[in-house]
């Protein structure tokens, strides 16, 4: 048995680009679940006291990042958690490793239409989003994903997309699916 297998189950890690619903079905995941929920992306802005723009505007997104690869070294020592990581996670290749060996990755995936629409009506994108590029939103958001898509495809084990899906359609697929992993899986657990 590989040690992937092994922590098969022990958390569920959530990775995609920013408004894909990470955040949002995380919560929802954990609640039907049982498993305690974690926002990493509202676990940094709460340790350090500062926005997520004002901590890459007082210290850059190398900073940011330092901060939430270390985050995700702590969390790693936990089992049984629902994490919604931050979008930008996959880019240290440390990270992609960690998150393979934590548990189920699953891929929240969504057109860049609706991505741009929901970031557009976010009213806290300014402070817990900030741009990623001098680019306008739209081009930003097809860079990036284009960018960052080869990432998520090599961490995931489950992608659910998230465009046309309501909240609770898209947790009720990713249990589907995790149960039915569940009973197929010789480990039995989640």
């Known amino acids: 048995m590989t040690d992937r297998e092994n922590k098969r189950g022990d ?19 954990a609640d039907v679940s049982g ?7 509202q676990t940094i802005v709460e340790e350090k006291g500062s926005s997520i723009s004002e901590i890459v505007e007082d210290h850059g997104w190398s900073f940011f990042r330092t901060l939430e690869k270390n985050l995700l070294i702590r969390l790693s020592k936990g089992k049984g958690q629902v994490i919604a990581t931050g979008g930008g996670v996959v880019l240290n290749a440390k990270n992609r ?6 548990g189920r990755v699953v891929w929240l995936q969504s057109d860049p239409e609706k991505i741009v629409t929901r970031l557009t009506q976010d009213k806290t994108r300014k402070e817990q ?5 001098d680019l306008d939103l739209w081009k ?25 899906s309501t909240v609770g359609e898209c947790v ?7 149960h039915i992993e569940r009973t197929l899986s010789p480990l039995g657990g989640l």
């Open 11 to 29: 958390n569920i890690l959530l990775v995609g680009y920013r408004g894909t619903g990470k955040s949002t079905l995380g919560k929802r995941l």
């Open 35 to 41: 498993m305690p929920f974690i926002d990493m992306d």
């Open 97 to 102: 490793t960690l998150l393979r060996e934590m």
């Open 129 to 133: 989003r900030p741009a990623l590029s």
């Open 140 to 164: 930003e958001t097809n860079l990036i994903l284009q960018e960052r898509s080869p990432l998520y495809e090599n961490v995931h084990d489950i992608a659910v997309n998230t465009s046309e």
């Open 172 to 178: 009720d697929e990713i249990i589907r699916i995790l």
